[in-house]
């Protein structure tokens, strides 16, 4: 038997004749073609002009995209824009509502106040007219009506101012030849108004002319314009 060194392997036996065949086998395999090695160079010439142009495409397609987003952008800063500036409207019409409706509220809280006060402040101009407003009553109600006149509560209503029936209310009525039209002649309550508003007409009597007077009056004036024309002319 034949002993075996551990560690180092045999090489196997490979025959001459096997070595001489591969040798010829490498010298008769053929070489590249001239053709394959021009063809080759024309495909590396061709290759830099190929990336050329794809790279002029992809450079339009790269700045075509950030027009399109600002165009993209534009029409959204415009449409925000719009809504804000309806949304402003929309705040200044509801601003100018709530003030109006406040002045309103506040009118009306004003008149209705004054509206309960209007019997003291009748009593207080009976008793002026009588001479009994004295003392520390007469005090009271000047600082009464001080108080009225600064929240707005304005007496109207006068002897011999014509009658308006939307300011006035008639409770009596006469006719006299004194007037020429329907005339407040005596004043029973005085009206009051704030600002516009007439919270109570003032409640009056009122005097109409007489029924004749007036074809009496047309009858004279009639008669004084023919003695200035030197009398009626004869047929």
């Known amino acids: 038997m034949t002993e075996e060194t551990p560690g180092f392997e045999q090489e196997p036996d490979v025959p001459a004749d096997a070595s ?5 086998a490498q010298q008769s395999a053929p070489g590249p073609l001239a053709g394959d090695e021009q063809g080759d ?30 165009d ?18 929309e705040f200044q019409n509801y601003r ?5 409706d406040r002045a309103s509220v506040k009118e009306i809280a004003v008149a209705n106040l004054l509206t309960e006060l209007l019997p003291v402040l009748d009593d207080i101009g009976r008793a002026r007219d009588h001479g009994e407003l004295v003392g520390g009553f007469k005090s009271v109600a000047e600082s009464l009506e001080m108080v009225a006149a600064k929240m707005g509560l304005m007496q109207f209503g006068k002897e011999g101012e014509p009658f308006d029936p939307t ?3 008639a409770l009596m009525h006469s006719y006299s030849p004194d007037v020429t039209e329907t005339t407040c002649v005596q ?8 600002g516009e508003r007439t919270i109570r007409p003032a409640r009056v009597g009122v ?5 004749g007077a007036k074809s009496e009056s047309a009858g004279e004036s009639g008669a004084a314009a023919d003695e200035e024309s030197g009398g009626p002319d004869e047929g």
Do not use: F, K, W
Not at 46 to 58: I, Q, T, V
């Open 20 to 24: 001489a065949s591969a040798d010829a």
């Open 167 to 169: 300011v006035h209310e």
């Open 207 to 211: 005097a109409e002319p007489q029924p």
């Open 41 to 70: 160079d024309d495909g590396a010439r061709e290759e830099p002009g190929a990336r050329s142009g794809a790279g002029d495409a992809s450079g339009q397609q790269t700045s075509a995209a950030p027009a399109d987003e600002l």
């Open 96 to 100: 100018r509502r709530v003030e109006r």
């Open 72 to 89: 993209q952008t534009r029409t959204a800063l415009h449409e925000r824009t719009q809504d804000l500036q309806r949304l402003q409207a």
């Open 187 to 194: 004043i029973l309550q005085p009206g009051y108004r704030i």
